[in-house]
Each structure stands twice: as C-alpha cells, then as structure tokens.
T-cell receptor, first 114, second 118 residues
Framework: ELKVEQNPLFLSMQEGKNYTIYCNYSTTSDRLYWYRQDPGKSLESLFVLLSNGAVKQEGRLMASLDTKARLSTLHITAAVHDLSATYFCAVDSFSGGSNYKLTFGKGTLLTVNP | GAVVSQHPSWVICKSGTSVKIECRSLDFQATTMFWYRQFPKQSLMLMATSNEGSKATYEQGVEKDKFLINHASLTLSTLTVTSAHPEDSSFYIC??????????????FGSGTRLTVV
C-alpha cells in the first residue's frame, strides 16, 4: 500500500523567510501533484510533476521531484501572508483495471506571520 | 481549463434521511470520477472510483450500501449518502479525470460539499 508522508505538518514562518516542505512516498511513481487548500475550500492545483528531475516554479513557490529518492519538495521563497494555507502533496498510482488514483499526504498547515 | 461543478455547496439534513451530491465536468468528458471525504483538519480520503457506465470501486472500509455512487454519463456522477447520521457529517469532494494514452492528464476537483447531519 502506497504511503505518502509530508513534513512538517505544521509550519509557522515569518514573512520574508524561506522554507521547504518535504513529501516522501513509499512506492515507485512518476507523477506527483501539489495542491493548496484554503479553509473551507476545495483544492487548488499548484504543480504537476511528471518525471524524475522535474522542477516547476510559480511565483514564490518551487516544486521538484526526485523519483529515485521518492521525494518531492515544495520550496517557499520570501514568504508572504497570502501563502498561508494547507499544502498537500499527492502521488499517482495504478489502482487496477485502467484506473489510477491519488494518495494524499496529511498536509502541511502553513502560517505566515508578519 | 477543465472545470468541475459540484452541487450543493452545503447541505443540512436530519438524521435518517438521504442526501444526493452532484458532480459535473463542464467542459470535458470524464472517463473516471472520484469521491473523497475530508474531516476537519485532516487529509482527503478516497472513498470510491467510478467509471462511466460501470459500478463504482469502493476503498476498503467504505460502505457501498451507504454511499451510493452513480456515474451515468461522461459528465455526471452522483453520490447519495443514505440514512445519514451525524458521523457522516464531513466535507465531500469530487474530482474528475480523462483517461488518455493510458493515464490521466490531471485531476480536476469540484468545490466540495459541506454535509451536516443533525
């Protein structure tokens, strides 16, 4: 059974600082997703990483994937208050027939303080 | 981009009644739809996967007779919570995907339904 571990689960940052969220997974997969969730809302897609070595950046967020290490990182640069949210990584895996499914990490609650 | 509409956004029902939640892919045909449940301050847990015209595949521990899933067309899936009880109160989220060339191009999530059973 695929396990997805995120850390840290809670992250309190000061504005302007940098930090990294880690996502480890237990079985082979070439596809990993990062999502943002604001309180009471559904998921917003941030990044889709489709191969080993993939790196994607959007604004102050940068995500990378190392399939050999089964590790993805979400790096936050010069955090601002608007980045406060819960961030989830999710790993795609074959579930039978012609289906795949996402397995989510527990999420990282990020709070950016002034 | 791909859009998935989920309705209603929130619903309050009495214990013992049934509630139906709709999930529609608006601008693409979804070969597969997924239903998740999320309890407060927890992650998303997959409940079931459904393919158009087929019976849904439920995850271990999910009661298929309680959570009825119908995927009658390539753009509509419904989740019916039957005989709802307070412990069924949760945030339910659907997502849709199109299988192309052997894998999904991505997963598009609905806006979620907050179910409260009183």
């Amino acid at each position: 059974e695929l396990k997805v571990e995120q850390n840290p689960l809670f992250l309190s940052m000061q504005e302007g600082k940098n930090y990294t969220i880690y996502c480890n997974y237990s079985t082979t997969s070439d596809r990993l997703y990062w999502y943002r969730q604001d309180p009471g809302k559904s998921l917003e897609s941030l990044f889709v990483l489709l191969s080993n070595g993939a790196v994607k950046q959007e604004g102050r967020l940068m995500a990378s994937l190392d399939t050999k290490a089964r590790l993805s990182t979400l790096h936050i640069t010069a955090a601002v208050h608007d980045l406060s949210a819960t961030y989830f990584c999710a790993v795609d895996s074959f579930s039978g027939g012609s289906n795949y499914k996402l397995t989510f990490g527990k999420g990282t609650l990020l709070t950016v303080n002034p | 981009g791909a859009v998935v509409s989920q309705h209603p956004s929130w619903v309050i029902c009495k214990s013992g009644t049934s509630v139906k939640i709709e999930c529609r892919s608006l601008d693409f045909q979804a070969t597969t739809m997924f239903w998740y449940r999320q309890f407060p301050k927890q992650s998303l847990m997959l409940m079931a996967t459904s393919n158009e015209g087929s019976k849904a595949t439920y995850e271990q521990g999910v009661e298929k007779d309680k959570f009825l899933i119908n995927h009658a067309s390539l753009t509509l899936s419904t989740l019916t919570v039957t005989s709802a009880h307070p412990e069924d109160s949760s945030f339910y989220i659907c997502s849709a995907a199109l299988l192309e060339a052997g894998w999904y191009g991505g997963y598009t999530f609905g806006s979620g339904t907050r179910l409260t059973v009183v």
